[in-house]
């Protein structure tokens, strides 16, 4: 019995850890925290994640320098949020944000909207 409790707590820490685009083993922050613990805010992280990495391969025109600049600004605004509401709300505004930069030329790159996101 205790082997199966055991088992069960290491598959839902290790789902929690899978859950986002950070290491939550290493989670800091009350975001970071959250993220790691609700699926819908880390399902946000990852594909927040996958856009902004994406975006980064298209032209942007300033090798990504005003993405990445507006990236660490709203990570900071993010650390601010104190409520999963206040964290999914910030998601899902910048999962789409970022999809709308445009592309200097060629193609843009793909994008997941925060609709997609359940």
Known sequence: MKKAILCLTIAIASSWADAASFDCNKAATYAEKAICHDAI????????????RNMLTGDLGDN?????????EWIQKRNRCTS?????????????????IPVVRGIHPDCETSDDIK
Do not use: F
């Open 84 to 100: 999963v509401q206040c964290l999914t709300d910030a998601y899902r505004s910048r999962v789409d944000e970022i999809c709308d």
């Open 41 to 52: 805010l880390g399902n946000l992280d990852e594909a927040l994640s996958t856009n902004y």
């Open 64 to 72: 990504g320098k005003d993405l990445k600049q507006s990236q660490r």
